[in-house]
């Protein structure tokens, strides 16, 4: 690695002063994820004591009303690393502004709040729904506290397609530059998901076999055991396709099926990703039900316990068309890979929760050996994401014994127990690389387009297809069509299989 590419994946180092500035300050992001991150980062020396982090929200509080809401939280999310003495640093930079996002005399006070300090670096983190964008971006503007190294960061979702995130992007666009803009996709800040770039262009190993020819088929799941818990209302209005795939997947599969980008500057590896994103064979009305597969909930035993139907949650329509899980087989268009599908899945309340990646190879051009390998490729590569990090590489081995009988082994590589250090939380890194000014693991706009150029016409096709989500039993693996899904080209999904 050079130097270039150690310090553009490194979130580790000292940061310079900063003022973070947390629309949506008092919401569940910040207070269960944003807050608790930016705790472990002061606990390990990355804050500098002259950092300072404002809360802003609506609600009528104090500075100290809001400083005990978070330490609360902080206690409750970070259980054993909660240490009184690193709580007593930490809560001197914390401060609170109440905003009303769309009041504009509101901006006075955090303007008076930032005053003396514009030449540090100061970014305005936009934890809120994205409907309140637009106001904060004008009123930030109006204001005149933008300044020239400020940086913006929008959590999802950006968009309910390529037309709303379209205009997002215009709005903040008109207040910052490109480089100034940091749109956030948790996965890109999972250590595991960096892992992937580190196994691909790390090892000399893989890239030789990383291509058709070499590899049949390509599984990518994210399953979650979870509903939709409090969300029901928002995520009623978007779907697992928007919610799940437009973003995470898409990223996971990029990561996978990406050229390697020259060093792992922001711009060499965002190059490459949108490439991928482009080159996906577009799906529309004519196939969409050939190669998608949606389902939605119904009630059923997840772990032990016994959970409602979707549609029966809070928030959900009763009559909800929703759809809570996806099977996606996508194609590349590339010299690399075409002809080797990529198979996305993704659901709530499913057997397991899960996220994995499996990169099934060919198999052998001839067998010396008896057996059904031919059918069953026996080389297997899984990579399991969460909620355990782990490589296993499935090979043949002969059986101990006098007879000459194959069997596979695995070999197996859990990073947890190898490493033995705390991997950090998702957060962690990413409000580190933009305090630290590095955009690699955050999306940039021409992708996030690209995204949902695929994704709308499968949507659309959706819309116009009367039969609707096939239901699926909650603690199962989804609808029997995302088994027909992949059966079609003669695979399974990896979960089936034993
Ligand atoms: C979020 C989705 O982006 O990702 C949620 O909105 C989902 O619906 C979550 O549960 C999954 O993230 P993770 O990190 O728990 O896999």
Not at 120 to 127: A, E, P, T, W
Not at 255 to 263: F, K
Not at 350 to 374: C, D, K, M, W, Y
Not at 455 to 484: K, Q, V
Request: aromatic share 8%; proline share 5%.
């Amino acid at each position: 690695m050079n130097t270039e590419s150690r310090s553009s994946l490194s979130s580790r180092s000292a940061a310079p002063a900063f003022d973070l500035v947390l629309f949506g300050g008092t919401g569940d992001l910040a207070m269960r994820k944003l807050l608790p991150a930016l705790y472990r980062r002061f606990m390990d020396g990355l804050i500098p004591a002259d950092a300072r982090i404002l809360g802003v929200a609506r609600s009528e509080l104090s500075c100290e009303a809001f400083v005990t809401k978070v330490e609360a939280k902080c206690r409750q999310y970070l259980g054993d690393a909660f240490k009184d003495d690193v709580w007593t640093g930490f809560s001197a930079l914390l401060g609170y502004v109440k905003v009303d996002a769309t009041h504009a005399q509101d901006y006075q006070a955090l303007s008076h709040a930032l005053a003396g300090r514009a030449d540090i670096v100061r970014i305005f983190f936009l934890s809120t729904g994205p409907d309140l964008f637009a106001a904060i971006c004008r009123e930030l503007s109006a204001a005149g506290i933008v300044t020239p190294t400020s940086r913006i960061m929008l959590e999802k979702p950006l968009g309910e397609d390529g037309e709303s995130a379209n205009r997002i992007n215009d709005t903040v666009g008109a207040i910052a530059r490109e480089s100034q803009i940091y749109r956030i996709d948790h996965y890109l800040g999972k250590e595991t998901v960096q892992n992937l770039l580190a196994l691909r262009f790390g090892n000399a190993l893989f890239e030789p076999l990383w291509r058709r020819g070499q590899i049949r088929h390509v599984q990518i799941t994210v399953a979650e055991q979870l509903g939709v818990e409090s969300r029901g209302d928002f995520y009623d209005r978007t779907g697992a396709l928007r919610d799940m795939v437009q973003n995470h997947l898409l990223q996971l599969l990029c990561i996978l099926a990406m050229e390697p980008p020259a060093n792992s500057s922001a711009d060499a590896v965002r190059d490459e990703k949108l490439k991928v994103l482009r080159a996906l064979r577009p799906i529309g009305e004519a196939d969409a039900l050939l190669k998608t597969a949606r389902g939605q909930y119904r009630s059923g035993v997840v772990g032990a316990d016994r959970t409602v139907g979707y549609r029966e949650e809070a928030g959900v329509d009763p009559e909800s068309r929703t759809e809570t899980f996806v099977a996606i087989k996508a194609e590349i268009d590339t010299w690399r890979w075409a002809g080797v599908p990529f198979y996305l899945r993704t659901g709530k309340r499913l057997q397991r929760a899960i996220g994995e990646i499996v990169i099934t190879f060919e198999a052998v051009p001839h067998s010396i050996f008896s057996g059904p390998f031919n059918a069953d490729p026996p080389n297997r590569l899984v990579i399991q994401l969460q909620p355990d990090e782990s490589i296993t590489l499935r090979i043949l081995a002969k059986a101990p014994g006098e007879a000459m009988r194959l069997r596979p082994v695995d070999l197996s590589l859990d990073l947890g127990e190898s490493f033995k250090a705390r991997p950090l939380e998702a957060y962690e890194r990413l409000l580190g690389d933009a305090i630290q000014g590095n955009l690699t693991l955050f999306m940039r706009r021409d992708e996030v387009e690209a995204a949902w150029k695929w994704i709308d016409p499968i949507r659309e096709a959706w819309d116009a297809d009367h039969d609707g989500p096939r239901p699926y039993a909650a603690g199962s693996w989804g609808p029997t069509t995302s088994s027909s899904l992949i059966a079609r080209d003669g695979f399974t999904w990896y979960d089936e299989t034993f």
